[in-house]
């Protein structure tokens, strides 16, 4: 079954060409079937990137899924046209009175702020407790986990000497949960963060559950309230080339960045990367839509209640 996107988004091209099936709004109106409604918070600079990146892992699904694209009001985005944000973006407060049977909030690039000091924090709060009553599953991803544990839990972050930077082997803890089903015993994830969460103040609250971790990159997923919340701390839904556009970006700019670790074939960015994680994000996103959206959200979306 195909992902339903706004008519004209330009992931819809891109990823057709990927052979990737997608339908569009117009298509998918003339259905009668209910599709599971997901909303993405989008909080990265270059939006049209971070949507292709989730449309390719989120169209891997038999289920048909209607697309919301969410943005923060209080903050504009330098990045990415007006006119795009205008055409497939809605601020929250049109959206707060709608339910959705799935909700995916992006990392952004303010680590380095404390979180009170992020510009948009009220709002972004706002939208953390909305979620909890109007949502049936979160995903929230890289700085979303860590601001999202945080608001919820009270888990502090923590600074890093250099960049976890790099495709990191994560073992899942519980391996019987469905979120894993089909994994391999290790799994690879990107990582590309300057700060982390720490398994002694995840432990220190209940309620909270790490359920894979790697020995390098440190806390991986955390889950809560039996898979209501899944806080991520890597970005399985990069493409290939994304850590190799960042990492040519910082050299570029003369910041210090260390290579990538364990991407490049034979540590040699004229090889390009090795891709090792593509299957196990399908898998992924695909676990979490089938046993935690799909199986656990009334067919009656109002009534999804926290």
């Avoid at 993405?40 to 989730?54: A, G, H, Q, S, Y």
């Avoid at 923060?72 to 049109?94: C, G, Q, W």
């Avoid at 700085?143 to 930077?165: E, R």
Wanted: charged share 25%; glycine share 4%; net charge negative.
């Amino acid at each position: 079954m195909p992902l339903t996107l706004p008519d004209r988004l330009p992931a819809i091209n891109l990823l057709k060409e990927e052979n990737i099936f997608v339908m569009d709004t117009s298509r998918a109106t003339s259905q009668d079937i209910r599709p599971l409604r997901i909303v993405v918070l989008n909080l990265m600079p270059i939006k049209i990137t971070t949507e292709t990146d989730l449309v390719r892992v989120l169209s891997n699904t038999p289920l048909q899924l209607d697309l919301t694209l969410m943005k923060i009001k209080s903050h504009t985005s330098k990045n990415t046209p007006v006119e795009h944000m205008r055409a497939f973006y809605k601020d929250f407060e049109l959206l707060r009175h709608q339910k959705f049977d799935g909700m995916i909030i992006t990392g952004a690039p303010v680590e380095h702020l404390d979180y009170e000091a992020v510009t948009y924090w009220d709002e972004l709060s706002d939208i953390f407790a909305w979620a909890r009553t109007h949502v049936t599953s979160t995903l929230y991803i890289c700085w979303a986990a860590q601001a999202g544990l945080y608001y919820h839990y009270g888990v502090p972050k923590h600074p890093l000497s250099a960049k976890m930077f790099g495709i990191f082997p994560q073992t899942p803890l519980q391996p019987s949960l469905p979120i894993f089903r089909g994994f391999d015993d290790v799994f690879q994830m990107p990582h590309s963060r300057h700060t982390e969460i720490r398994r002694e103040d995840i432990e220190a609250v209940e309620g909270l559950t790490i359920i894979a971790e790697s020995e390098e990159s440190g806390v991986c997923m955390v889950m809560a309230r039996e898979g209501r919340e899944f806080f991520i701390t890597g970005h399985a839904e990069y493409s290939p080339l994304t850590l190799d556009t960042e990492y040519r970006r910082d050299l570029a700019k003369g910041l210090p960045i260390a290579m990538p670790r364990h991407y490049y074939r034979n540590d040699d960015p004229d090889q390009g990367p090795l891709v090792s994680w593509r299957a196990h994000a399908n898998l992924l996103f695909t676990n979490w839509l089938n046993y935690y959206v799909y199986q656990e959200t009334p067919y009656d979306i109002e009534m999804i209640h926290g």
